[in-house]
């Protein structure tokens, strides 16, 4: 809803104020000019990026314009899941959750959280780390060194989709300046036609350079940093199964476990302590 909203502002301000200063909106619709710097910069995007990133890149803008799934909701799901696991594992053995973990699909405990669920790479994440305390007794030093290095890859992982779209933000004035000369080349034909038709190629060849360098910071790098604020909730979930396992590993009773990982999460989608402990109560 924020991607919509804010493009509007950007389309009816830069817009309404040309056609307020006298502006002629038809001056600025030039298809040629628009084929030129979209069709090299998706060309480039193509080239730069491997397969698998092009697609995480569609399916994180289609996010967007969606909702992020990690929100306040979310993160008590997770907690609660947490929670259940590790009041399981504490009043019926470590070896009570192998099937849980082993599974998840058909486990009574993870069903209740079909929103994790969904999480695939993050389940992955949780189960594993559960399955390594099931089979031994790693010390928590240790295992919160290993879960690092794990978060700090999947961090890499999760920016590339950002990053990948800022590179064509970065790239859109320039290409906007070739679709520009272009357009004065085509201009150097019309020297003959008299002052109204040059005056009109010359418009057109502007407009190239406008597009570039308003769609480039407009929209498109505004979106990239809208990415990364979406990559940065995502792995605020990784952080909070941290914070929870290792405080569990610790001895932490099951309870002050998950309270270890509620201070993990952003301040604003952060559930207060009663709010926490009600939706657990409740799950």
């Known amino acids: 809803m924020a991607l919509i909203l804010g493009s509007i502002i950007v389309l009816v301000c830069v817009l309404g104020g040309y056609v307020l200063h006298g502006g002629n909106l038809a001056v600025l619709w030039q298809p040629t000019e628009v084929l030129i710097i979209f069709g090299a910069a998706t060309g480039a995007f193509i080239i730069a990026n491997p397969m698998h990133l092009i697609k995480e890149v569609m399916g994180a803008v289609l996010r967007l314009l969606t909702g992020s799934p990690f929100n306040k909701a979310f993160y008590m799901d997770l907690l609660s899941l947490l929670y259940d696991m590790f009041d399981k594992s504490r009043k019926q053995g470590v070896m009570s959750i192998e099937e849980d973990i082993d599974n998840p699909e058909a486990s009574q405990v993870f069903s209740r959280y079909p929103a994790v669920l969904k999480s695939h790479e993050l389940m992955a994440f949780i189960t594993d780390y559960m399955r390594i305390i099931s089979a031994g007794n790693m010390a928590p030093h240790e295992l919160e060194g290993l879960m690092d290095a794990e978060i700090e890859s999947r961090q890499h992982e999760l920016e590339e989709p950002a990053h990948a ?119």
């Open 165 to 283: 779209v800022n590179k064509v933000a970065d790239a859109m004035p320039g290409l906007g300046i070739v679709a520009a000369v272009l357009g004065i080349v085509i201009t150097m034909n019309f020297l003959t036609e008299g002052p109204e038709v040059i005056g009109l190629s010359v418009a057109a060849a502007l407009v190239g350079t406008f597009l570039g360098i308003w769609m480039g910071y407009g929209f498109i790098g505004p979106t990239s940093i809208a990415l990364e604020h979406h990559a940065r909730y995502e792995l605020k979930a990784y952080e909070c199964a941290k914070a929870s396992i290792i405080a569990t590993v610790s001895g932490q009773a099951p309870q002050m476990a998950i309270e270890f990982g509620r201070k993990a999460l952003p301040t604003d989608k952060r559930p207060s302590f009663q709010e926490l402990n009600d939706h657990v109560r409740s799950k």
